[in-house]
């Protein structure tokens, strides 16, 4: 399970974001809406409703306890046209709850500083290792990726579950990604080390999801996200 976080009651809990209106700053494309999904409407973040040149940002009004381990869950559906454009990313930041970032290649959060994202990217930039990768980013420059892998499921056009997972104590940063398929299994893809309260300057951090589209299009949705951490 990689790094233990706080085991008591989640420090962020949505199964789906119903009343989460007040307890999420959104910015730019970014709202909840309701999903009419085959088999069951729910409501979900929407970091971009699927349009040209947008980006969004949602930061939870709780900041996070940078300095101890935490452990964030969530599942993600990119979907709309193919190919599909440009991605999410998972931030820890200490800018503000009104970051946002550039759209295309910025992934919604080119400019905002200090921060970590985590990338998960479905457009092939010229800086880019393909159209199906996660990356580590520090600094909100997208053009500098501190890590890459390639994705080993699809990111785009099939839901899928990741988390992220910080081990204060080695400063270690760990990314997984799972599949929903019947039978599947997490993943291990990325691995980094970092000081996080040291590299945002700050015990605390906002937290929470970016995204954008360009030239390519994309539905970008979180259906639920849990953060098991010490909130400030």
Known sequence: MGASADTGDPLIDYPTFKGASNNLDRNGAADLIMSAGSKVDQRILRL???GYRQSGS??????????????????VY??????????I???????????????????????IEPSLAVEFDTYQNSYDPSRNHLAVVLGGNPNYQAETAESPIPLFGRPFNARVVYDAESTLLR???????????????????????????????????TASTGTGLSKQDIY??????SGV
Do not use: M
């Open 58 to 75: 949602a930061w939870s009004t709780t900041r996070l306890d940078v300095t101890k381990s935490f452990e964030s869950s969530f599942k």
């Open 89 to 111: 990313a998972f931030v820890v930041q200490t800018e503000g709850p009104r970051a946002l970032g550039g759209w295309g290649g910025g992934v919604g959060y080119r400019g």
């Open 175 to 209: 990314v997984y990604v799972k599949s929903l398929s019947a039978g599947s299994t997490e993943q291990l893809v990325l691995e980094h080390e970092i000081d996080l309260a040291e590299h945002v300057g700050d015990s605390a951090a906002w937290i929470g999801f």
């Open 224 to 229: 639920s996200w849990t953060v098991q951490g």
């Open 48 to 50: 971009t409703p699927g």
């Open 78 to 87: 990119l979907h709309h046209f193919r190919p599909g454009a440009d991605g």
